[in-house]
């Protein structure tokens, strides 16, 4: 598995995505985006006010039949369901999040 896996949400005042960068060889990366902006009394978008973004986290990865297994350098795991289409992984699924892959 290699590419990109973005997930993004956020209503009217906060915009958050974030994104997996799997090399091919057992390590991945992951950045963010965090966008907060401005609206007015009845919630309409004014502008953007703020915005921060991350990149470097990551660790290693390991396919195990329909999931990837993850290592964080932290220490923590996580695994996500790999979701096929047309015979390769479009998305990554757990629980209610979804990354789907970079255009």
């Known amino acids: 598995m290699s590419g990109c896996f973005r997930s993004s949400s956020?209503?009217?005042a906060t915009w958050v995505e974030r994104t997996l960068h799997?090399?091919?060889a057992g390590?991945?990366?992951r950045s963010g985006f965090v966008a907060g902006h401005s609206t007015d009394a009845n919630g309409r978008f004014t502008g953007t006010s703020a915005s921060s973004q991350t990149s470097g986290d990551g660790g290693t990865?390991?396919?195990q039949g329909k999931l990837v297994q993850m290592s964080?350098?932290?220490g923590s795991t996580s695994a996500y369901e790999l979701v096929y289409e047309h015979g390769a992984v479009?998305?990554?699924k757990s629980g209610k999040i979804w990354y789907l892959?970079?255009?």
Request: charged letters at 20%; proline letters at 0%; hydrophobic letters at 35%.
């Open 27 to 29: 390590r991945f990366s």
């Open 90 to 92: 479009g998305a990554l």
């Open 101 to 103: 892959r970079c255009n």
């Open 61 to 63: 990865y390991v396919v």
């Open 10 to 12: 956020g209503g009217s």
């Open 72 to 74: 964080w350098n932290d």
């Open 22 to 24: 799997f090399d091919g």
